[in-house]
C-alpha cells in the first residue's frame, strides 16, 4: 500500500476524444509525476508538478497537460487521443528525501 | 541526462536458486538508485533504494543491491527465488538535484521456475 491511488482503473475511449485521469498524492508529498508505460517498455516521465506548478516534462507534446491541486490530487488530461496513447498511465508521489511512490495505474485503451 | 540499461530482458530461473538481475546506469552527475517490482497488471512497487552511505542496500522481500560507482551498476540480487518472485523487475535513476524524475530501464522479467 503506497497511499496513492488512481482513478478510474481501466478506460476505453475512441480516438479524437479526450480523458482525465485521476491521482491522489500521499499526504506531504509535494511532488507529483506522471510516467506513460507502454506495453512491454518502461515507464516513461510524462511531466512532473511541485507545489501546484509544473517543473519538469518529458517528450510528450502540448496535448498532455496536468493540474495539481492544493489537496494532494493531480489531474492527467490528453486530447484528441491517438492509437498510440493507448498505456498504463502512473502516477507517483515523492517525498523531498527522493524517490517515488506509485499508484494502481490507469490502462487506457483508445480504439 | 541519465540513462539506465538493464542487460538482460528475461531472466529465468529455478525455484530457491539466487539471481543477479544487471543494471547499468550513466550520468553526468551524481545519483540516487532504485528497483522497481510490477506484478501483473499492477502499479509500480519500490524493492529498495540507495540514496547515500553504504553501497550494499537491503531491501523488502529478501533482495539486496550493491552500488558500485567505478562500474556504474546497481545489480539486484536474491539468495533463494520464490515462485512469488515472478515479476517484472526496473531499475530507475535521477539525478541528486532536487525533483528530477526517474529514468527507468526496460525492465527484466523474472521468471521462477517450479
Known amino acids: 500500500e503506497t497511499g496513492v491511488t488512481q482513478s478510474p482503473t481501466h478506460l476505453i475511449k475512441t480516438r479524437g476524444q479526450q480523458v482525465t485521469l485521476r491521482c491522489s498524492s500521499q499526504?506531504?508529498?509535494?511532488?507529483v509525476s506522471w510516467y506513460q508505460q507502454a506495453l512491454g517498455q518502461g515507464p516513461q516521465f510524462i511531466f512532473q508538478?511541485?507545489?501546484?506548478?509544473?517543473?519538469g516534462r518529458g517528450n510528450f507534446p502540448p496535448r498532455f497537460s496536468g493540474l495539481q491541486f492544493p489537496n494532494y490530487s493531480s489531474e492527467l488530461n490528453v486530447n484528441a487521443l491517438e492509437l498510440d496513447d493507448s498505456a498504463l498511465y502512473l502516477c507517483?508521489?515523492?517525498?523531498?528525501?527522493?524517490?517515488?511512490?506509485f499508484g494502481q495505474g490507469t490502462r487506457l485503451t483508445v480504439v | 541526462a541519465q540513462s539506465v540499461t538493464q542487460l538482460d530482458s528475461q531472466v529465468p530461473v529455478f525455484e530457491e536458486a539466487p539471481v543477479e538481475l544487471r543494471c547499468n546506469y550513466s550520468?553526468?552527475?551524481?545519483?540516487?538508485l532504485f528497483w522497481y517490482v510490477q506484478y501483473p497488471n499492477q502499479g509500480l512497487q519500490l524493492l529498495l533504494k540507495?540514496?547515500?552511505?553504504?553501497?550494499l542496500v537491503k531491501g523488502i522481500n529478501g533482495f539486496e543491491a550493491e552500488f558500485n560507482k567505478s562500474q556504474t551498476s546497481f545489480h539486484l540480487r536474491k539468495p533463494s527465488v520464490h515462485i512469488s518472485d515472478t515479476a517484472e523487475y526496473f531499475c530507475?535513476?535521477?539525478?541528486?538535484?532536487?525533483?528530477?524524475?526517474?529514468?527507468f530501464g526496460k525492465g527484466t522479467r523474472l521468471s521462477v521456475i517450479a
Open positions: 507517483a508521489s515523492s517525498p523531498e528525501t527522493g524517490g517515488a511512490f
Open positions: 499526504s506531504g508529498h509535494n511532488t
Open positions: 508538478y511541485y507545489r501546484e506548478e509544473e517543473n
Open positions: 550520468s553526468s552527475v551524481s545519483v540516487y
Open positions: 540507495y540514496l547515500s552511505g553504504s553501497t
Open positions: 530507475a535513476v535521477t539525478a541528486w538535484s532536487g525533483n528530477t524524475p526517474l529514468v
